[in-house]
Nanobody, 126 residues
Framework: QVQLVESGGGSVQAGGSLRLSCAAS????????IGWFRQAPGKDREFVAA????????YYADSVKDRFTVSRDTAQNMVYLELSGLKPEDSATYYC???????????????????WGQGTQVTVSS
């Protein structure tokens, strides 16, 4: 049984920062890749960032590169997404997800992920 629970969302002003957390529970996480996605009202869910559980490589969407950072704490089974330099267009519900696929292409695709959290809302005001 795999469960993902996000937390840490909130409302901030443009230029502000947030840290999103994802608590992961599964029998074995070492074979998974963790992805972060977001979905704004009326828009498709889009890739934000991904990292293998072993932390070898991270990928980011161009729109968040150099502003967002993904990390994980293997001892606590936690994954984090640090958001900085927030912009109003970053407002969305943010989801963490797990996949066993790990290629630069597949980690960016929603359908590659089998397990999803319930999401946490981020609102950025101008």
């Amino acid at each position: 049984q795999v469960q993902l629970v996000e937390s840490g969302g909130g409302s901030v002003q443009a230029g502000g920062s947030l840290r999103l957390s994802c608590a992961a529970s599964a029998r074995t996480l070492s074979t998974y890749t963790i992805g972060w996605f977001r979905q704004a009202p009326g828009k498709d869910r889009e890739f934000v960032a991904a990292m293998s559980w072993r932390g070898s490589t991270a990928y980011y969407a161009d729109s968040v590169k150099d502003r967002f950072t993904v990390s994980r704490d293997t001892a606590q089974n936690m994954v984090y997404l640090e958001l900085s330099g927030l912009k109003p267009e970053d407002s969305a519900t943010y989801y963490c997800a797990l996949t066993t696929n790990w290629t630069p292409v597949t980690v960016r695709v929603t359908k590659s992920y089998s397990f999803w959290g319930q999401g946490t809302q981020v609102t950025v005001s101008s």
